[in-house]
């Protein structure tokens, strides 16, 4: 948070921090931007007072939600430029405040558009997507991932229109659209294939195997495997061999699904993928888990711990320590 800009009447500058996105403390604001504020503050509490008693649905809900945050971004940040709005989005993102990142993504695309500059509309389409997709608006997710989409086509970036088309049939696979998915996969994989981008290549593979039976999926994990390794790409093999661990726990085969995790745990090791190694050994805490292999779930959970204490990856930590403490309660409650 910057410190406020307003130089004293002695000459010293003030020693508050400045309102967020703007230049001044509360105190030294102009008046009119104050009185703004509060009567946006105060329309917030009637509005959600009312919309305790509203008999309209939550979508309807939703959208005014949505409308008043927009609102409040675009007059605390009418004098910001494109990468402060986007850096203030990305924030509220990262602490999942998804509504709030919504709105300085929207204000962000307008002056994006108002700057007639491609590439900042294209990501704020893209950020603006995300925060509905992980909100579970799928529909409304689509909607600007095709906009994102149609700009990436127009600028010519084949890497990255491959990379979107893969989100996108990420969502109609959650939307348990599964031709419309393979399509786009399918989409994704030609474009990779046609620029000689190999990491795309695999990661289509990958999600067209998934959606693949038994043994037209183990061929296309065969495929992508020795591509991985062809091209020295050793994240894309670890990410190969897990995604064919899961595949195969998914279909109950889960002491053979162990084996395969283990392939891959090693292999993370080698290529010294310590992201990928936390990963997998969660999965095999969940699984073993499943098994009713308590200690060994434990272990895992352990060692994937202690990766994530290395990386710094505050969110893992909390989410493995939480596990290992369910545990912990059960292996307690047997004895």
């Not at 400045?18 to 009637?46: D, N």
């Not at 929207?106 to 509309?121: I, W």
């Not at 109609?172 to 786009?184: E, F, I, R, T, V």
């Not at 992201?275 to 050994?281: K, N, R, S, Y």
Request: proline share 1%; with cysteine.
């Amino acid at each position: 948070m910057k410190q406020c800009q307003f130089l004293m009447s002695n000459g010293d500058a003030c020693k508050r921090r400045a309102v967020p996105g703007r230049r001044y403390c509360w105190q030294h604001e102009s008046w009119l931007f104050r009185r703004i504020i509060l009567f946006a503050a105060l329309l917030v509490v009637l509005f959600l007072i009312g919309m305790a008693t509203d008999p309209r649905p939550r979508a309807w809900v939703s959208e005014r939600l949505d409308g008043l945050a927009t609102t409040t971004v675009a007059i605390t940040t009418m004098n910001d430029t494109f990468e402060d709005v986007a850096a203030a989005g990305n924030a509220a993102y990262q602490e999942g405040r998804y509504r709030k990142a919504r709105a300085y993504y929207q204000r962000a695309l307008t002056l994006a558009r108002e700057a007639d500059d491609p590439y900042a509309e294209g990501d704020s389409l893209w950020n603006i997507a995300a925060t509905w997709y992980l909100q579970e608006e799928y529909d409304k997710a689509l909607e600007f991932y095709e906009q994102s989409l149609d700009v990436i086509r127009e600028l010519g970036i084949p890497r990255i229109q491959a990379m979107l088309l893969n989100t996108i049939g990420q969502v109609h696979l959650d939307q348990l659209q599964y031709d419309k998915a393979l399509d786009a996969y399918e989409q994704s994989l030609a474009i990779s294939r046609e620029i000689g981008d190999s990491a795309g290549e695999v990661m289509a593979l990958n999600n067209i195997a998934w959606m693949s039976s038994k043994e037209d999926a183990l061929e296309i994990y065969e495929q992508a495997l020795t591509l991985a390794r062809e091209s020295g790409d050793g994240v894309s093999e670890v990410m190969t061999l897990t995604n064919r661990a899961r595949y195969t726990e998914d279909r109950a085969e889960r002491y053979h699904a162990l084996e395969l995790y283990e392939q891959a745990l090693e292999t993370a090791h080698e290529v010294g993928y310590l992201e990928g190694e936390a990963d997998i050994l969660v999965s095999m805490g969940s699984l073993y888990y499943t098994l009713n292999s308590l200690a060994e779930a434990q272990e895992c959970y352990q060692q994937a711990l202690a990766i994530a204490e290395t990386l710094g990856y505050d969110d893992w930590v909390k989410e493995i320590t939480d596990c290992i403490s369910a545990l912990e309660r059960e292996l307690a409650a047997k004895d």
